[in-house]
């Protein structure tokens, strides 16, 4: 892989230019060499998760008092793009780690935290996110996992679906109805352990792209944990829910620049490769201006990710519409710059030796998990609704 | 324990060109890396502390712009480093460097196991590792592929052999060399740049190591680099076509007259 000068310079400070490289210097001896073994057998990157623990990756975003590195949402878009540039199952396992425990972050009370965030951060202990059902995807309020308090432990029945780390990761946060008549009111968010009694895993998917990635249904029968796994207070876990996919939803953004940059790069170092009618194929107009329009667009989301995460880092009041700008914009792009990317290495593309037909595979995924790129649109315009109001 | 790692930043040979009117390498653009097989031996003196428990120090003779590979080395596990420096030390051969890295050895304590890779990949002599031993009356293993023991006053490794390995056992304290297949190296941790960011690394001179002028740098070299050239290419060239058949029979025929 060409190692070029970055297009842009965004004025990263010392120690984001850190993350940065630790990164990218794990991507490029571990992930790199891993990849195509990983996709071709649906195997989970275990060895390199580890990899990624001992390089402190997983502490990025946890605070400093809780053993991690204290950073914020821009911290973890730039790991995060350095990784995707290698595999975005790799990724994706990674940001799932995240996504698992930002409602700890959020609403848990200090017992929690110091229960779960150091651990977290060493990378020791892995997390992922209940939410999604059978019914409930799109429609998360949807959701038919109960939780009843019974003396001193709550009692969970339900099943999740398509869960990231599924299976793998040793800490769950699980979405149940603690009040089914409320409504979305209703819901509230619980830590489930790997061994608690009741919880045990369905078989792992077999999916289209992001194979490193492992993806199980988690079941809960007559599940029992202790009465403090509460998260916040009952009844706000749609609440905990939207401020958690605000904060991650950038980071999603980011895996499409990094997925997207790496098939730009392989495109770019081909087109002057491959001759035909005597030129290097980049000397023509029709596929110069394909790769002038993914460089283009690749460099407008990385902009517009970058925007959105330091926006977030600000503390700015209102964040989900850039949040969801970010995601949508970047995985749409990602999904249009690897199909082109194929195009541009035209049959080698479609060929499982070279990275790029992987790369179009993995893109798709961006587009649907973390919230459909519909309702990405949905929550823009919605906000815009609000934003206008007279 | 504690653990010295000699270390050498040297050119990145992937980049490295001759210059055709001088005939010494050009520097100029070249990145400069720690020498691949120190990083080996890195690793491994980490691995030794987290098992056995005891501080690594880096040193390195060098110039200024060393100092990168000692941070490196910190970012990777390594607790201090040491720089020694001094102009006066430019143009030393192995003799004058194993001398010069000694006297800064002794300056710093007495480890109980000093770690070096095979080589150097600009020098490639392998020479620094075992002159080092040599003076210092340390037993010493070279090509050490696994360290399989390690003890309070021995260390048992294999060593590298071109036919399989012997199995090796030394008193401490003792210097051992490494070759590549010992380890996988990790990559630096966030917590470690940070650390290496922060860290003071100690300079030290020709004098603050007690050094005799007469036995450092050039003064202190009984070899001398006299010319860096590129062979010229002698001979005539041939280049066969046609099928691997044709190839070979050409081949074959061009051969015979010498068997």
Known sequence: MVEKEKSVDYFLTEDQQMIVETAWELTKNKILPARAELDEKNEFATAIMKDIARADLFGIFIPEEYGGFGGGCFDMVLAMEQLARGCVGVATSFAACALGIYPVMIAGSRELKEKY????????????FGLTEAGAGSDASGVKTTAVLDGDHWVLNGTKQWITNGG????????????????????????????????SYGKKENKMGIRSSATRELIMKDCRIPKDRLVGRKGTGFI????????????????????????????????????QFDKPIIAFQAVQHMLADMATQLEAARALVYAAARHIDAHAKKISKVSAMSKVFATDMAMKVTTDAVQVLGGYGYMKEYPVEKMMRDAKILQIYEGTNQIQRNVIGQELNKEYAG | MEIIVCVKQVPDTKDVRLDPDTNTMSREGVTSIM???????????????????????????????????????????ADAGVLVSDRAFAGADTWATSYTLVKAIETIGNPDLILCGKQAIDGDTAQVGPGIASRMGRPYVTCVQKTREVGADHIVVERMMDDGYDVVRLPLPALLTVVKDINEPRIPSLKGKMRAKKAVITTLGAADIGAEEQCIGLAGSPTQVVKVFSPEPRGDRAVFTGSVDEQVDRLVECLKPFI
Request: hydrophobic residues 40%; negative net charge; glycine residues 10%.
């Open chain 1, 117 to 128: 965030l150091p651990r977290i951060a060493t990378g020791e202990k892995w997390a992922a």
């Open chain 1, 168 to 199: 793998e990761a040793q800490v769950y946060s699980i979405v149940a109805l603690t009040d089914p008549k409320k409504g979305a009111r209703g819901a509230s968010i619980f830590m489930v352990e790997e061994g608690d009694p009741g919880f």
């Open chain 1, 240 to 275: 905990t829910v939207m401020r958690t996919l605000d904060l991650s939803r950038p980071g999603i953004g980011s895996l499409g620049v990094g997925l997207a940059q790496a098939a730009l790069d392989e495109s770019v170092t081909y087109a002057k490769q491959r001759v």
């Open chain 2, 35 to 77: 020498n691949p097989f120190d990083r080996h031996a890195l690793e491994e003196a980490v691995r030794i502390k987290e098992e056995q428990g005891g501080r690594v120090t880096v040193l390195s003779m060098g110039p200024p712009q060393a100092e990168e590979v000692l941070r490196e080395a910190i970012a990777c596990g």
